[in-house]
């Protein structure tokens, strides 16, 4: 499969201040890519480097299997985005509004414009004006204007922000369905990752600007399962327990001391006996799941404890 989205060794330093340090980022053509950080994680200045609103310190990148200052500025013209909030005239409509950037871009075909909106459902207001709109009618011409120019990459950052739950469910809707009928590759940020849950095919977890780890949504699926959480004093003693006295071998230790079990149907008397018997002291067993905001945390937790 086609890698959309490359990256060597990514740094990018403002001052003595290091966002991004050595972010190795692959995306390949037909993903959306859920892009998981908390604020200063370095996913809008990431995503603005891939959009040449930003420069990189060191590293490199490829898109769309360019690397050359002049091949990315050609190859852009095939790239859709929207960084932060775009900018619209307030007194014109949004069909004037589409109009100005497709002529300024020098994108050819006027009915461009009428095919983007239709695409997200805003053709029958095309003649109101853009400061009489919702705001989830404003973040959908946001991504109106993204698709000018029928892009083979969108690169959306926070496309969901401030909408309320019926306006998330259109733009997620309209995301899968881009994806899935024009295969258009997708990467794109949120902190509402239970909306990336239902959206994304693989994921990267950035924080304090470096990549922590790339995974499918299957691999994430197999990980965000029940658990049983054992709280004791000596776990890494309780861990070997576990494998050699009852065959549990599927379980993390988290950087707490607390041990997530996640083998099928485990036995908590059995595990209260076993630890009890060894002198190990039990203080509590809990059954639990792991969704995308815990995972992440767990992982985070892992890095500070490095």
Do not use: W
């Amino acid at each position: 499969m086609r890698e959309v989205i490359k990256t060597f060794n990514l740094i990018k330093k403002y001052g003595d201040s290091t966002v991004l340090n050595k972010v190795n980022i692959t995306v390949k053509q037909g993903e959306i890519y859920g892009l998981v950080g908390d604020n200063g994680a370095g996913k809008t200045t990431f995503l603005r480097i891939l959009t040449g609103q930003s420069n990189l310190t060191d590293g490199s990148f490829e898109l769309l299997s360019k690397s050359t200052d002049k091949d990315l500025m050609n190859v852009r013209k095939r790239v859709g985005s929207i960084i932060e909030n775009p900018s619209f005239y307030p007194n014109m409509t949004l069909e004037n509004n589409l109009e100005y950037y497709r002529i300024q871009r020098g994108i050819p075909g006027k009915e461009n414009v009428d095919n983007v909106l239709k695409k997200v459902n805003l053709y029958e207001a095309k003649k109101k004006k853009f400061k009489y709109i919702s705001l989830g009618m404003k973040q959908r011409l946001g991504l109106a204007l993204a698709l000018l120019g029928e892009p083979e990459l969108l690169i959306l950052d926070e496309p969901i922000n401030g909408l309320d739950p019926s306006g998330i469910k259109e733009i997620r809707n309209l995301l899968i369905n881009l994806n899935r009928e024009k295969n258009i590759t997708i990467i794109i940020s949120s902190h509402i990752l239970s909306e990336l849950y239902n959206i994304a095919t693989c994921y990267g977890f950035l924080s304090k600007g470096k990549l922590i780890e790339e995974i499918t949504a299957e691999e994430l699926n197999e990980r965000c399962k029940s658990y049983l959480e054992i709280n004791v004093n000596n776990p890494k003693k309780l861990s070997v327990l576990l494998e050699e006295k009852l065959g549990y071998k599927d379980y993390k230790i988290m950087p707490n001391g607390l041990i997530q079990l996640f083998d099928k149907a485990p036995i908590s008397e059995d595990i209260s006996k076993l630890a009890i018997s060894n002198g190990i002291a039990l203080k509590g067993l809990y059954e639990k799941s792991v969704d995308l905001e815990n995972y992440y945390m767990s992982l985070i937790g892992g890095v500070k404890n490095d």
